[in-house]
């Protein structure tokens, strides 16, 4: 089972980039990454120590229902190349764990699927996850801070 770790939206990434607004309608805040603990969510690295970054709010889901939690994430503010590796992605390895969460197709929560994770264990639990049938695809977010990470889905 090979599982696919998706970068943020591109058309929004570019458009925050750009000045756009963010899911709050406001242009994202200009900031300098303090490295580790800054991750990008569109190439799914740590923003390097004293690079631009941008800090906005996303909601990773494509309409307003309860669901649709709302909440801060950083980007590169300049341009940077969207993950397409395969493998974990490096912003999954620096927290000790994560939470993971299934979605259904209709971008709801399937009540059971919620778990905080090891990070040795990330790619093996959203396996398991999404083979119930009932998962379209597992959210990462932040533990300790509940962040929007990445969205994991089975690869084509
Ligand atoms: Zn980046």
Request: one cysteine or more; aromatic letters at 8%; charged letters at 20%.
């Amino acid at each position: 089972m090979t599982l696919t770790f998706h970068p943020y939206d591109q058309t929004f990434v570019d458009d925050v980039r750009a000045g756009g607004p963010d899911a709050y309608g406001r242009p994202a805040e200009h900031a300098v990454s303090a490295g580790p603990g800054n991750p990008c969510r569109s190439c799914l690295r740590d923003i390097p120590e004293g690079v631009q970054m941008l800090i906005l709010a996303a909601r990773p889901f494509p309409e307003m229902q309860p669901y649709a939690e709302t909440g801060p994430v950083f980007l590169c503010a300049d341009a940077c190349r969207p993950w397409a590796d395969g493998g974990v992605p490096p912003i999954l390895t620096t927290s000790p764990d994560y939470l993971l969460k299934g979605y259904s197709a209709d971008h709801r929560i399937v009540y059971g699927t919620g778990q905080v994770v090891d990070r040795d264990r990330v790619a093996k639990y959203a396996a398991e996850v999404l083979s119930r049938g009932d998962v379209a695809y597992v959210d990462v977010r932040s533990a300790r801070n509940n962040c929007f990470q990445t969205r994991i889905t089975l690869a084509p």
